[in-house]
């Protein structure tokens, strides 16, 4: 089992930048493909990014395209995701999720990520 810890979560204004953080701890953490979701109050939660196990490979959601980048650092057990051009619809809990063995059409769903951080709160203001 992999335990995540999320940080960086705050109160910025609209068009300002945030960097999230996820700290992995247990097993190894190169093995898995890791991800960024997000929930906002009254909706679902919702897919916003995927990192393949070496980096090489991202997927974002169309929200965040060109906004928003994931990276991760596999010698800190670490994944990013930096946050530019924020918006008051980015206001969300968001979480770090990490799994492995499904295909990339898998990527956006929750059913990929076996383990889940507790979650960092983002707030846009307008």
């Known amino acids: 089992q992999v335990q995540l810890v999320e940080s960086g979560g705050g109160l910025v204004q609209a068009g300002g930048s945030l960097r999230l953080s996820c700290a992995a701890s247990?097993?190894?953490?190169?093995?898995?493909?890791m991800g960024w979701f997000r929930q906002a109050p009254g909706k679902e939660r919702e897919f916003v990014a995927h990192i393949s196990w070496s980096g090489a490979s991202t997927v974002y959601a169309e929200p965040v395209k060109g906004r928003f980048t994931i990276s991760r650092d596999n010698a800190k057990n670490t994944v990013y995701l930096r946050m530019n051009s924020l918006k008051p619809e980015d206001t969300a809990l968001y979480y770090c999720a990490g799994g492995g063995g499904y295909s990339s059409k898998y990527y956006p769903s929750e059913t990929a990520y076996a383990f889940w951080g507790q979650g960092t709160q983002v707030t846009v203001s307008s």
């Open positions: 247990g097993r190894t953490f190169s093995d898995y493909y």
